[in-house]
DNA sequence: TCAAAAGTGTTTGAGCTACACCCATGG
DNA sequence: CCATGGGTGTAGCTCAAACACTTTTGA
């Protein structure tokens, strides 16, 4: 466990990483859920070492979370305004946990340095979600996937920074070419459509995708895809390093 | 003064703001020169109060030192590498001031405040350049306009913050229209025009640029400006509001 | 009436849209 | 050989680039 009494973390400033996955036509997000009493959603969150780069500490945040190295990560905005947290939510979910900090292995910093105001560096991740092991922190009573249009009441400000994040990714998808971070390394192209449908809420045309895909010159073909079903086999594609 | 004793800023966080101004045919940024013996520029900087939100505090950073308010400004990124600062950079400056921070009226925390890890919120602002009357802080030595091609060499990661706040600009000049806060009130086609090469260090071509900023539906002609030249004399325009 | 610079019109080409058509697969 | 869905071709549209031309101003 993190020790809050030693000088080791940056204070007053952490980071809030959005974690974005792609499934059956539907873009998610990784959201844990806190082991305290009340139902408290947060984004992946963590702090940063003195001795660490904001990168390198969102990079250990996401490993942590999701058992992947080398994840795509892309800073895209701080959150810090104040106050961030209301009162009224910290005194809420403090008022229902109190018998339960008590008796939790926290040492006494530990409260003081929750409730101090949070300056937050928003991070959004790409991963293939079935490379994703999601993983309990020690705060965590569960993590999940949440379709990005059903997700769970976060605390603070965290629900609008999936919103930032997201417009984020829309404007980068294309620019960067991010799109094949969400994939597996081999898919058709028909689910390289759907996941832009996903990503922009929009449907594209499956010609002119097609062509637009092709004229970036950043595919590969590498074989058909037999599926058993009554129609042409499609083609699987993978991205060119 | 900021009294570096009491608790009432953000400890380790900074602000640093590439401040755009533009003046013939020019992109300028305004970078103040510190007080302390050694060249050592720096970009506009300062610190956060507890008590305020971040984009409060670089509105406030940027009124003391453009002497304006209401100037447009927009966070861009977050350098938190480290270390951002050598320690020999560092210690040069030290050693050369030695004697000079005996004498400062400065409290006892004050070097060591300086010379933590410092994590910076980078902002660039736009403003009319003749509106602002540069102003000196208790630290600088003097301030001024360079252009962005002759900048003096900065202390820390400053040089490459102003490519990063460069790189943001040239994304969203024309996505936000935020040309018109470089600009007087009233300005000639012309005049836009040069500030768009100038930004973008490539030239338009006049007719096609025209049309352009014309199909934007945000200009409104105000007149012309007789400028006593034999030609043409061209049409003032204002941005709509 | 001429030079200089502002302003406008028109053709060309690239890239996207939309429709139509062809191809492979399993029943 | 047919239904199904994947894949391709092409005409039409839109927007921006490139070129040519007209207009205004003061000498």
Redo the contacts between chains.
């Keep these: 466990m993190i020790n809050y009494n030693e000088k080791n973390l940056?204070?007053?400033?952490s980071i809030d990483c959005v974690i974005f996955g792609y499934q059956q036509k539907e873009l998610k997000v990784l959201v844990p859920k806190l082991f305290f009493k009340g139902d408290f959603w947060t984004l992946p969150s963590g702090f940063?070492f003195?001795?660490?780069?904001?990168?390198e500490a969102a990079k250990r945040i996401l490993e942590q979370r999701t058992g992947i190295k080398d994840i795509f990560l892309e800073?895209y905005?701080?959150f810090?305004?104040?106050p961030r947290t209301t009162h009224a939510a910290l005194n809420s979910m403090l008022e229902l946990n109190k018998s339960h900090f008590d008796t939790l292995k926290v040492n006494d910093n530990f409260l003081e340095w929750l409730t101090q105001?949070f300056?937050s560096?928003g991070y959004y991740a790409l991963v293939d979600i079935n490379k994703v092991v999601p993983n309990l922190t020690e705060i965590d009573q569960s993590i999940e996937w949440y379709n990005i249009s059903e997700l769970p009441p976060m605390i603070s400000d965290h629900n609008q920074q999936v919103v930032f994040a997201l417009e984020a990714l829309r404007q980068n998808l294309d620019s960067k070419l991010l799109g094949f971070n969400l994939l597996p390394e081999e898919f058709t192209m028909k689910e390289l459509q759907q996941l832009y449908e996903a990503v922009y809420a929009k449907p594209f045309r499956r010609n002119n995708f097609q062509k637009k895909m092709l004229d970036l010159e950043v595919l590969e073909r590498v074989g058909k895809k037999l599926t058993g079903a009554a129609n042409k086999a499609p083609y699987l594609y993978r991205f060119k390093r």
């Design positions: 940056v204070n007053q400033l940063i003195q001795e660490e780069g904001i990168d800073q905005r701080v810090g305004n104040v105001r300056i560096i």
